[in-house]
Every structure is written in C-alpha cells, then in structure tokens.
C-alpha cells in the first residue's frame, strides 16, 4: 500500500463527506449578506466550518471508538450522546436537508411544469437508493469517495470560481445583517453541522482503513488526522470560494 496516496484518498473522501448541501448553501448566503466585509465573516465560518470538525476528526483519533468516545463523562452519557447524534446527523436534520437541496437545486428547476410531488418522490427514491447501494460495502465507499466523486466535485467547483471570478458579477456592498460579520459567519459554519458528524465520519474511515488490512491502532489514527488536514485544505479552498462569490453578488 502506498501510504502517501493512501492519506490522500482518504482525504478526498473526507471532504466529501463533510461537503454536504448546508456546505453548498451557507458559504454564498454568507457572503451576500455580509458584502464588503466577506474576509472577517469568512474567518469565523473557516473556525466553526473548518475548525471544530478538524478538532472533532483529531478528537477521535484519540479513543478510535464511538462506543468509548464520551466514556470518561459516563457510559450512560455516551450512549445518550451518541444516539442523538446519530439521529441528528440521520433522519431529523441532515438526511431531509440534503434530500431537499438535490430535489430543490439539481433536479425541479429542469421540470418547472411537471408535479412537484411527484417529481420530489421520484428524486428522494433514485438518490437515496444510490446513496444505500453506495454505503452498504463499507469497504469500498472510502475510495469510491475519494477517487470518483470528491475530484468530480472540486472540479466543478473550481469551475464556478473561476467563472465567477472572471465574470464581472458585480460590486460588494455594506453588511445587511445586524451585528458583527464575524460573528455570523461563525454562527453560519456551525450550521453545517460537521462539528457534529466529524465524529461519525471518523468512524466511516475507520471501517475503510480495516477492510483494506490497516488494523494497527496507532497506524490508523496517522492515516485519519492527516486525511482530516487534507479535508480542511480542500473545504477551506471551497467555503473562501463560495463566500466570496457570494459577496460579488450582494449588489
């Protein structure tokens, strides 16, 4: 195994899943709220957005385990917390919202005179059956992540930037927001929610790691935190992107 390329497969899969539709929606919206002062508020939405989940990635890598990750609280709390992670990450926030954006942005502006409704069905049945396909070979969806679909998304990306940045969008203006613009983009990268899912992401990458043969505690936690650096490059990049466009767009 070539290690080097290892961490940076991993990486890309990391960004990946952290780049979910709240990382595609809040950095523009940011932007556009806050115009000309876009760098100060884009500072607290890189701590919230880009900190707190490198934090939570590096945290796990030091108990390597969602069953004893809050243990030293109490087993009880660990498992409360867990829980309402799971189902915040899950079926209450996350799983609805990325629905909702793919239905919303990708696919109901193609159709504008066709049923909604049943266009909504329609879309939540493809993508979420392509997501379960996808996740059911837990050995597999690292890379299927980081050599498919994370160069796929950054290519795209890295298009609308320099599109963006090419075109004459427009002018920023003052703040529209009331209050401090860094710390709505603070309050705005913690929307995200990756703080939240970084810990479960851990796990995911774990799973990767041990179905390619690397079982050696210490080897993995070098594989994670060092994918979790390169996840953080790849969002930072994105998310300065994003909210700077969006501020060329406050006019």
Not at 104 to 111: I, K, N, S, Y
Not at 158 to 177: F, W
Not at 191 to 203: E, K, R
């Amino acid at each position: 195994m070539n290690k080097k390329k290892e961490i940076l497969i991993l990486g890309f899969a990391l960004f990946s899943m952290f780049f979910g539709a709240g990382n595609l929606l809040f950095p523009p919206s940011v932007g556009v709220a806050v115009g000309k002062d876009w760098f100060e508020a884009g500072l607290g939405f890189f701590l919230t957005g880009i900190g707190l989940p490198l934090l939570g990635i590096l945290a796990f890598t030091k108990v390597g385990s969602l069953d004893e990750f809050a243990n030293k609280v109490s087993n009880k709390f660990n498992t409360i917390y867990s829980t309402i992670l799971i189902l915040v990450i899950g079926p209450l926030f996350a799983i609805p919202r990325t629905g909702s954006t793919t239905f919303e942005m990708g696919v109901l502006p193609l159709f504008p005179n066709s049923n909604p409704t049943i266009i909504a069905v329609l879309t939540s049945v493809i993508f979420f059956g392509v997501t379960l396909f996808l996740v059911l070979n837990e050995s597999s969806i690292t890379d299927i992540l980081g050599k498919f679909l994370t160069p796929i998304i950054l290519l795209i990306l890295s298009l609308i930037t320099i599109l963006g940045i090419t075109s004459d969008l427009g002018t920023p203006v003052e703040s529209i927001i009331n209050g401090n613009p860094f710390s709505y983009g603070f309050v705005s990268g913690y929307q995200t929610m990756d703080a939240l899912a970084s810990v479960l992401f851990g796990v995911i990458i774990i799973r990767g790691l041990e179905g390619k043969g690397v079982t050696d505690t210490n080897e993995q936690k070098s594989f994670l935190s060092n994918a979790g650096f390169i996840a953080a490059i790849g969002l930072g990049f994105i998310y300065l992107s994003l909210i700077y466009l969006g501020a060329q767009i406050s006019s």
